[in-house]
């Protein structure tokens, strides 16, 4: 009888709020390249599965594709028609230029994602995108030598979160380990017995599992299980980049299955970059510059290690899943999208800082929020309003969000937060 | 890749500490399913297997089982020379303490009796009103902003409750196709039977709870979670397989359904504000009684006297994720998925001193028996021993194999922690 009245009982707690009397100042859109080939050839990607992986649209390796160029300029079309809303932007792309900071990840996706949300966001303007072809410091700080990486220590952090035991992960995920199977080497899922591994392929769910001294892209190295995030990776941008449902998976994963299926993947980016040691190490840099290019804007004054200037009105940096979620776990963000599991970092998804100002007290506050293209979104090239919205996640900030609707915090304990969060020996104060 | 696997235990200096102290922190053993099956039944499209112990109750297996975990502790600990077998003088060393219900307290006498078989030990718990290390905020201690508390939790799902529909789907899909027997895969999805309620398509919500249930309600997650939890518990009591989950469920399907009941857990206790407010007492506790074993010097807020070598504390998975996630611990064991809190299953904290330095390290574990360790009943002994998944503590531990953390830096790393004004400082 209790649970019949559960209905009853869901008031948003939304209700009762105060109206917001907040004018935004500042906006840091930190989001993800858009969708891409896969980083692995199809000439190794092959040994792993029965049938050949599909090509996309355009050759190579790790770049846009063009079907992904347009989904993101979707998306900055969104952004453009939010921010005049907000009257961050007049409209007025050429003087609006002038207060818009871009900087990207030097890979030319990442680049290429800048310039097509740009051309969304901006599109009569010539926007700028900084980047730089060695190690950027902000989103590679150990590479670039600003953040040191104590290669035991990062093999302790992770195995000490998986009892020393990273084999036990094979048996915890089973129901995915079978699905990846069964994609792989196409067949019905739950076959039994279990079907052989085709001749002259490699079953990488029979690889063991370890954890050893990684290397530059990822921190440690989980073995068996990270050539099964290299295997899944290709199926949610084949949905994403709207290739024929036959092609998805071999035409036998839908979204459904795909988001079930990227647990495994998404481990993979959970145990390499929100492990606390290694998301301080990693991504320290960056939320200090976060952090620093807020303060400027509030105090209207140049501040050391902030981006851009203080007039700056929009921060956008684009960077990769990995620089998302390691940053997240550095602050303890989470969010949920119908349709992904819990704290993807999706296609074109971004974490986003709003800097807000009372306009009765003056106080600056802080609104996080996570937005992304929900699969379909993507698959279908929907365009996005402001009344089609993509998907909008608000985001608490653990010891500063306040209890309101909008998880408002208050400017000088997002601060505190952050310095608490952060390791002062893995930061720069350039720019 | 062989080669590449040298185990991270290779040339490292011979652990030279010996262990002063050790502090377990116990989820109560297997238990009956907490409500009535007249109210679960509902929920079912077959009755729940009828139950010989009260509902709630710790079952005569699951006294079994703590008996042999006990046994495994005094093995263990003589062994590291904590205990000397001699019983009734080592029990002046020990202190129990049991969260005041009756599968806790029954949890914490079998162990006790196990621990010291020739000693009359007492079990320490709280005879009326809530014991405030294990709910600080029903005892008044700690309070509880439970529109904050709600925040917190829509804060870390996008402020859409209903997407636990889509990102735990399998789970809920696996959940629906047991309760109302029918093969996982079936299409069309078979209708709820007449009469029963279907507990997957109840609304999911994350809403302002209250005092004495859960601070925040799930709605239909956690309808679905209190229908399935039953079902390792009737695998771990050693049902006959055609009792456990109606014969549906392995071992591994239990486990996939399990993982509802670590989202419940991880919203409920491990949301970083609600983290702080209900489980600060319970590491203040800890953190003060193992500084005052390592000083020998009474410690205002700690658990018994300096010299008290054992502190086993017996509550529920609550306490026992809480106090994980404070800390920011993680586990794995095989047969469970991460960080389950297994019947009997505990945080063990040892504070160890190096006989060289002088110095005192803490080095955590999570010790439980596995699934099939609880089931067949298996006898631990120092060479068949329960699962031990050593713990990281981040901040805190060095990069060496047992992950020692210095004293003084888990001391630092607690109060970093735990919420000050959550805290009492009463024995």
């Known amino acids: 009888m209790k649970m019949l009245l559960v209905a009853a009982c869901c008031v948003p707690f939304l209700a009762g709020q105060p109206a917001d009397d907040t004018q935004l100042r500042q906006v840091i859109i930190f989001g993800r390249h858009a969708v891409r080939t896969p980083n692995a050839a199809n000439a190794i990607l092959n040994n792993f599965s029965a049938l050949p992986y599909p090509n996309f649209a355009v050759p190579g390796l790790a770049v846009i594709t063009p079907n992904g160029q347009k989904n993101e300029t979707i998306l900055g079309a969104y952004f453009r028609l939010w921010l005049t809303q907000e009257r961050l932007l007049t409209g007025r792309d050429a003087a609006d230029n002038a207060s818009v900071y871009f900087r990207a990840d030097g890979a030319p996706l990442i680049v290429d994602t800048a310039q097509a949300f740009a051309a969304g966001m901006l599109p009569s303007a010539a926007a700028a995108i900084h980047s730089t072809t060695s190690s950027d410091p902000l989103f590679h700080p150990v590479d670039a030598g600003v953040a040191q990486l104590d290669e035991p220590m990062a093999v302790a952090a992770v195995n000490g979160r998986l009892g020393g035991n990273p084999q036990a992960l094979a048996t915890a995920y089973a129901p995915e380990m079978a699905l990846v199977r069964s994609v792989l080497f196409n067949y019905p899922p739950g076959t039994t017995p279990v079907p052989a591994t085709p001749a002259g392929k490699i079953d990488l769910t029979a690889a063991p599992f370890t954890v050893t001294a990684g290397s530059s892209a990822l921190p440690v190295n989980l073995g068996g299980l990270q050539n099964i995030a290299i295997a899944l990776d290709p199926f949610i941008m084949e949905y994403t980049d709207g290739m024929a449902a036959s092609d998805v998976g071999w035409g036998q994963l839908n979204a459904a299955a795909i988001s079930q299926i990227d647990r495994l993947y998404d481990r993979v980016l959970d145990l390499e970059f929100r492990t606390p040691y290694l998301a301080r190490v990693q991504n320290s840099n960056l939320a200090s510059h976060i952090v620093r290019s807020m303060v400027q804007a509030a105090t209207g004054s140049p501040v050391t290690g902030a981006l851009g200037a203080p007039s700056d009105k929009a921060i956008v940096l684009t960077a990769s899943n990995f620089n998302i979620t390691g940053l997240a776990g550095l602050l303890g963000l989470e969010w949920l999208v119908p349709g992904y599991q819990a704290d993807v970092a999706a296609p074109g998804g971004a974490l986003v800082f709003e800097l807000r100002q009372s306009q009765t007290t003056g106080e600056f506050i802080v609104r996080t929020v996570y937005i992304t293209q929900t699969m379909d979104q993507l698959r279908n090239r929907t365009p996005l309003t402001l009344t089609s919205p993509p998907a909008v996640a608000p985001v608490f900030v653990p010891g500063c969000s306040t209890g309101n609707a909008t998880f408002d915090c208050p400017l000088e304990a997002f601060v505190e937060v952050v310095t608490g969060a952060i390791d002062p020996r893995s930061i720069d104060l350039n720019q | ?427």
Not at chain 2, 138 to 167: C, E, H, L, T, W
Not at chain 2, 208 to 235: I, R
Not at chain 2, 304 to 326: E, K, M, Q, Y
Request: hydrophobic residues 45%; glycine residues 8%.
């Open chain 2, 1 to 427: 890749m062989i080669a590449c696997c040298v185990p991270v235990l290779a040339a490292q200096p011979a652990d030279d500490t010996q262990l002063r102290q050790v502090i377990i922190v116990s989820r109560h053993g297997v238990r009956t399913p907490l409500q009535p099956n007249s109210a679960l039944d509902v929920f079912s499209a077959a009755p729940y297997p009828e139950l010989t112990d009260p509902v709630s109750y710790l079952t005569a297996n699951g006294t079994r089982l703590e008996t042999m975990l006990g046994t495994y502790y005094r093995l263990w600990l003589k062994r590291e020379g904590l205990l000397t077998g001699q019983d009734s003088s080592d029990a002046a060393f020990v202190y129990f303490r049991a969260l005041n219900l009756e599968r806790t307290v029954a949890t914490a006498q079998a162990f006790a009796a196990a621990l010291l078989p020739s000693a009359a030990v007492n079990v320490d718990f709280q005879r009326t009103g809530s014991d405030p290390l294990f709910d600080p905020v029903g005892a008044g201690i700690s309070p509880m902003d439970y529109q904050k508390a709600a925040a917190a939790v829509s804060g870390r799902i996008g402020n859409d409750p209903q997407a636990f529909a889509s990102g735990w789907a399998s789970e809920l899909s696996l959940a629906r196709a047991t309760l109302f027997q029918y093969p996982a895969s079936r299409i069309p999805l078979p209708a709820t039977p007449a009469g029963k309620i279907d507990a997957t398509a109840l609304p999911m919500t994350a809403t302002a709870g209250d005092p004495g249930n859960w601070p925040v309600v799930l709605g239909g997650l956690s309808a679905t979670e209190n229908a399935v939890s039953p079902f390792f518990m009737q695998y771990a009591d050693g049902l006959p397989a055609s009792a456990v989950a109606w014969g549906q469920l392995s071992l591994a399907g239990i486990g996939q359904t399990m993982r509802l009941t670590t989202l419940v857990l991880d919203l409920e206790c491990r949301t970083p504000y609600l983290d702080r407010v209900q489980s600060s007492n319970l590491a203040s506790h800890v953190v003060r009684s193992i500084a005052q074993a390592a000083t020998g010097t009474a410690t205002a807020g700690s658990l018994a006297s300096p010299s008290t070598r054992v502190i086993v504390l017996v509550a529920s998975d609550v306490n026992v994720a809480g106090l994980a996630g404070l800390f920011h611990l993680n586990w794995l064991v095989p047969g469970y998925p991460a960080d389950f809190c297994a019947p009997g299953g505990a945080l063990v904290f040892e504070l160890r001193q190096s006989q060289r330095t002088g110095e005192f390290v803490v080095r955590a574990s999570y010790v439980a028996q596995t699934p099939d360790q609880l089931r067949n009943r298996s006898a631990m002994t120092l060479d068949k021993p329960p699962a031990t998944a050593p713990l990281f503590i981040p901040g805190c531990s060095t990069g060496d194999p047992t992950f020692d953390c210095p004293l003084a830096d888990f001391v630092r790393v607690a109060n970093g922690a735990m919420d000050p004004s959550s805290a009492d400082l009463v024995h």
